[in-house]
Nanobody, 129 residues
Framework: QLQLVESGGDLVQPGGSLRLSCAGFGFTLEYYSIGWFRQAPGKEREGVLCISSSGEGTTYADSVKGRFTVSKDNSKNTVYLQMNSLKPEDAATYYC??????????????????????WGRGTRVTVSS
């Protein structure tokens, strides 16, 4: 069974940092690009960023450029999302999702949720003083 498990969500003050993790089980992420999405209450799910199956290529939404950094450790089958300078508008449930892009592809495209085949259950990030 293909499974993604997110962790690391927490309550943080504005300006603070968090690191989220997304671990894959039952499949190897070397064949999958990973997208991070977030959804705040009452809002649509939005794409935040993606990382290619090789880990070499990344794409970021304008709202998080310069503040969020994604990395991938294929040896641990895990993707990490480092979030710095957090703002109240970053508060949401964060989901990671996998797209079968092919083995060790260098680039990823931040497409919509329907393009991703495997989803985690999400981890909540709260940004508040």
């Amino acid at each position: 069974q293909l499974q993604l498990v997110e962790s690391g969500g927490d309550l943080v003050q504005p300006g603070g940092s968090l690191r989220l993790s997304c671990a894959g089980f039952g499949f190897t992420l070397e064949y999958y690009s990973i997208g991070w999405f977030r959804q705040a209450p009452g809002k649509e799910r939005e794409g935040v960023l993606c990382i290619s199956s090789s880990g070499e290529g990344t794409t970021y939404a304008d709202s998080v450029k310069g503040r969020f950094t994604v990395s991938k450790d294929n040896s641990k089958n895990t993707v990490y999302l480092q979030m710095n300078s957090l703002k109240p508008e970053d508060a949401a449930t964060y989901y990671c999702a996998a797209h079968a892009a092919g083995y060790y592809q260098p680039t990823c495209t931040m497409t919509g949720p329907s393009d991703f085949e495997v989803w985690g259950r999400g981890t909540r990030v709260t940004v508040s003083s």
